[in-house]
């Protein structure tokens, strides 16, 4: 799954832009199911993890590691063009 990923960088953030503990993780970028040109320019992709939601889900270092497992898998996903609706059906939404 990571190695197809290209022109993708990946940022720990505290929060959301709104403040909230809701998001856990953000795709922002172009997923490659709708590219055209590409590759000349662009600004990298991001997949975001956002910190505190995943301190605020979680009890113990183990649960951290897998939610941020699950997270990285989801947005990655979303990379690939992989909607939530798909993930939910493939169990990791």
Do not use: C, K
């Amino acid at each position: 799954m990571v190695d197809g990923l290209d022109n993708v960088v990946f940022v720990t953030e505290d929060r959301p832009e709104d403040g909230s503990l809701d998001l856990l993780g953000l795709y922002d970028g172009v997923a490659l199911t709708e590219r055209g040109t590409y590759g000349f320019g662009e600004l990298p992709d991001r997949i975001i993890l956002y910190r505190e939601p995943h301190l605020a889900a979680v009890d113990t270092e183990d649960e951290l590691r897998d939610e941020i497992h699950v997270t990285l898998v989801h947005e990655i996903a979303h990379f690939y063009g992989i909607d939530d609706a798909q993930l939910h059906e493939l169990g990791w939404a």
